[in-house]
Nanobody, 122 residues
Framework: QVQLVESGGGLVQTGGSLRLSCAASGGTFSSYAMGWFRQAPGKEREFVAAISWSGSRTSYTNSVKGRFTISRYNAKNTVYLQMNSLKPEDTAVYYC???????????????WGQGTQVTVSS
């Protein structure tokens, strides 16, 4: 059983930056692919980025390419999401998730955190 705890969300102005962290415990972190998803009010949860267990492979949704960077530090059981050039449409609750493969599919992740709110003001 893996527990995931996100942190680093907050309120930022358009064009600003935030770095989200997701700390894992209770499992072998380095064996999991990790993903970041987000959910805005009234919308479905959507894929943002994912990274393989080794960090050698990453995947991003088109709307964040060039602005967001996913990374991981297995020695600290932590995955990060660096978010730059933030836009109001990035406002959402951001969730990290652990699974067996790098995928954009919500249904293929086994463990989820509780989420952290990111609000981008215009």
């Amino acid at each position: 059983q893996v527990q995931l705890v996100e942190s680093g969300g907050g309120l930022v102005q358009t064009g600003g930056s935030l770095r989200l962290s997701c700390a894992a415990s209770g499992g072998t972190f380095s064996s999991y692919a990790m993903g970041w998803f987000r959910q805005a009010p009234g919308k479905e949860r959507e894929f943002v980025a994912a990274i393989s267990w080794s960090g050698s492979r990453t995947s991003y949704t088109n709307s964040v390419k060039g602005r967001f960077t996913i990374s991981r530090y297995n020695a600290k059981n932590t995955v990060y999401l660096q978010m730059n050039s933030l836009k109001p449409e990035d406002t959402a609750v951001y969730y990290c998730a652990a699974g067996s493969v790098v995928t954009s599919s919500v249904n293929l992740y086994d463990y989820w955190g509780q989420g952290t709110q990111v609000t981008v003001s215009s």
